[in-house]
Nanobody, 115 residues
Framework: QVQLVESGGGLVQAGGSLRLSCAAS????????MGWYRQAPGKQRELVAT???????NYADSVKGRFTISRDNAKNAVYLQMNSLKPEDTAVYYC?????????WGQGTQVTVSS
């Protein structure tokens, strides 16, 4: 069982930055592929970025060059540095831990970007 708790969301002006954190409980954190997803009102949840246990990263085209995902296995944590934020980045951001067949989600943190 893995519990995920996100933090770092908030209100920011367009062009600003935020850093999201996700703290994970449980053992073998380093074995999980970690990810950030987001869901805007009226839209489906979508992938933002993932990072494998080996550190390989993958990004949605819409955030490439602006967002950076990282992990600290010693702290059981994953981060999402978001720069050059746009109003269309407004959403609830969810942390995900995946290691087949296990798939865990956090409760989400709201990010609002004003124009």
């Amino acid at each position: 069982q893995v519990q995920l708790v996100e933090s770092g969301g908030g209100l920011v002006q367009a062009g600003g930055s935020l850093r999201l954190s996700c703290a994970a409980s449980g053992s073998v954190f380093s074995s999980y592929r970690m990810g950030w997803y987001r869901q805007a009102p009226g839209k489906q949840r979508e992938l933002v970025a993932t990072i494998t246990s080996g550190g390989h990263t993958n990004y949605a085209d819409s955030v490439k060059g602006r967002f950076t995902i990282s992990r600290d296995n010693a702290k059981n944590a994953v981060y999402l540095q978001m720069n050059s934020l746009k109003p269309e980045d407004t959403a609830v951001y969810y942390c995900n831990a995946y290691w087949a067949p296990w798939d865990y989600w956090g409760q989400g943190t709201q990010v609002t970007v004003s124009s």
